[in-house]
Structure formats: C-alpha cells, structure tokens
C-alpha cells in the first residue's frame, strides 16, 4: 500500500462547478498534510495546508481532514480553467519528511 | 514566503558526466530539501541538506551518486554524478519555513535535466 493514495485522473469539470480532489494515507501518526499545485512544466505551488480535523477555508479552496478516516480532501468552488492542473497530495512525516501522493490531473472545462 | 532560485534552469548532458545545480534562497533557512520528480511522476525526496554537517539521504540515494553541500544557510548544490539516461528529471529544491508543528515547504523552480 503506497503511503499516500491519489487517484490520477483526469478529473474533468465543467466551468464554475465545484471540484472534488481527494487523498488517503497510511501513517495514523502524521499530523500536517498539504496540497500542491503543479501546472505542466513548473515547480509545485503550496494552496493549502491543514492540521486538524475539520474544513480549512481560502478563497475558493477549502480542505477537510479526517484524521480517524485517514484522508484529506481539497475542494474547489467556481472551478476556472486556469485550475487545470495536477494537484499533489503531501504529508509530513518524521517531523519535515514531505510525501507525495502520485498527484491527481484536474481539467476544467470552459 | 522565501524568494528561491535555480541555477541550471535546463541542461541537456552527456552520459558519464556530472552536473551541479545550485539552489539560493532569499532569506536563512535551516532546512533545505533536495527532490526529483522523474517523467510522469511525483516527487521523491532525495536528501535534506544540513548546514555544516553531512546530508541526509534516503532510500535508494547515495552520496556518492547525488553529492551535496550546504555551506551556509542561503545556499544548497546538489551534484548528479556519472549520469545516465535514467537520471533525466527535474530536480527541486525546497525550504522550510513555520514553527516546529506548522512547517511547509516552499518549492524552487526546478532544473530539468536531459541525459543523451
């Protein structure tokens, strides 16, 4: 079982829809999780992090960690084209250890 | 969030020889993360880089292969030696920057690195 579980993708929505990302892991130990994001040719741009159970809010993204179910999600309200892009998934482990899940394409329709 | 740069942004190299990428951040850091993401990949952590002492490296990453140094709290190289074409990827630096229980990691630019 990969530390980290995303599923690739695509997911595809039309614009101004909500988009739904999700992630699972393994390690019940680890207490930070992100979200990255990676359009095609760049580096990973930090959107999101979350540390407790619950919704965490920004913008149009909000993310939502349930540490007992061992996923975080991110959700994207009023889905742009400019969100098209890959969509990484990281914990933190070992105290500044970051893992990634295998990233998740995301296409949003205009 | 910390100002970071590349150097290499792109290289295409030969097999058998080595390059050396260079990280520098805009501010002092304490931990500087090395990373690669292969061709359709994710990433994978290649080392942390330890100012005046000997990177950390994990699994399946071996000094001799990805020599780093760290010789002050700015700046970072990461040396790709004996390349081959399996080496081809992009390789990330990343700072960390938060208190011990929020630490994010901010990402540079990345090099891409061809190997004929």
């Known amino acids: 079982q990969k530390e980290v579980e995303q599923n690739s993708g695509p997911l595809s929505v039309p614009e101004g829809a909500i988009a739904s990302l999700n992630c699972t892991y393994s390690?019940?130990?680890?207490?930070?999780f992100f979200w990255y994001r990676q359009y095609s040719g760049k580096s990973p741009e930090l959107i999101m992090s979350?540390?407790?159970?619950g919704d965490k809010e920004d913008g149009r993204f909000t993310a939502q960690l349930n540490k007992a179910s061992q996923y975080v999600s991110l959700l994207i309200r009023d889905s742009q084209p400019s969100d098209s892009a890959t969509y990484l998934c990281?914990?933190?482990?070992?105290?500044?250890?970051?893992?990634f899940g295998a990233g998740t394409i995301l296409r949003v329709k205009s | 969030s910390a100002v970071i740069s590349q150097k290499p942004s792109r290289d295409i190299c030969q097999r058998g020889t080595s390059l050396t990428i260079q990280c520098q951040v805009d501010s002092q850091v304490t931990m500087m993360f090395w990373y690669r993401q292969q061709p359709g990949q994710s990433l994978t952590l290649i080392a942390t880089?330890?100012?005046?002492?000997?990177?950390?490296?994990e699994s399946g990453f071996v000094i001799d292969k990805f020599p780093i140094s760290r010789p002050n709290l700015t700046f970072s190289t990461l040396t790709v030696s004996n390349m081959s074409p399996e080496d081809s990827s992009i390789y990330l630096c990343s700072v960390e920057e938060g208190g011990a229980s929020t630490d994010t990691q901010y990402f540079g630019p990345g090099t891409r690195l061809t190997v004929l």
């Open positions: 390690d019940r130990v680890s207490q930070s």
């Open positions: 979350i540390y407790s159970n």
């Open positions: 880089a330890n100012q005046g002492s000997e990177a950390t490296y």
């Open positions: 990281a914990l933190n482990r070992n105290g500044n250890k970051l893992v």
